[in-house]
């Protein structure tokens, strides 16, 4: 393969990443690549580094060093802001919705970054939720509504790379269902994802791979193909 052709064919590559807050040394030389149109999620026990991770990708970190290429370009020096121009959306552990904004407010308040944001009625199709509760206040959603919330806002952005933390946790089994069949149809569009979650049983048949992460590493790299003869490993890393 090329040169040029693989830089069009990966979407994100990092290398040798490590990651600070202050004094903490979080991450100790991360390497790992996505591919356009996969879903890849990064699994481990809380404190592993997986939510570093994203946040190093989005330069939302006290410092780091080593190599992160989106799209084939170095963005170690570029400002957040700019990284999210790059086509990366990234959703936090803790949504980050406008409670104070009702959900139409929240969905046209983001500026678009780039061309190809889902329409409105595209993403009320995929929220039906969301459309209901169209003109509720953030503060007033459920935790499900809220979640959903996050993501569509970035999907109106223009994103195609996602970084989606933990969206899972503290929902209801129907939300969690709701959410996997959101993230097929997004695959289906050929949007990355890069997921954290510790809901391994919702992401194991979702996934095209699995990084494992310990201690601030990336300790195994596991394709959906591997997950049943790797099952003790994995039994072993996450303590499920």
Known sequence: MSQAHQKEYEQLRISRLHAFYGESHILHGIDMEVKRGELVTLLGRNGAGRSTTLKAIMNMVGRRTG?????GEETMSCAP???ARLGVGYCPEHRGIFSGLNVMENLTLPPIVRSGGLELEEIFSMFPNLYERRASQGSKLSGGEQQMLAMARILRTGANM???????????PVIVEKLGDVLVKLKEKGLTIVLVEQNFHFAAPLADRHYVMEHGQIVEE??????????SMLDKYLGV
Request: charged share 20%; proline share 0%; aromatic share 0%.
């Open 81 to 83: 802001h700019h990284i």
């Open 222 to 231: 596991i394709s959906a193909g591997e997950l049943e003869s790797k099952q």
């Open 162 to 172: 996602l970084l989606l933390d933990e969206i899972t946790e503290g929902l209801a």
């Open 67 to 71: 190599s992160i290429m989106i799209n």
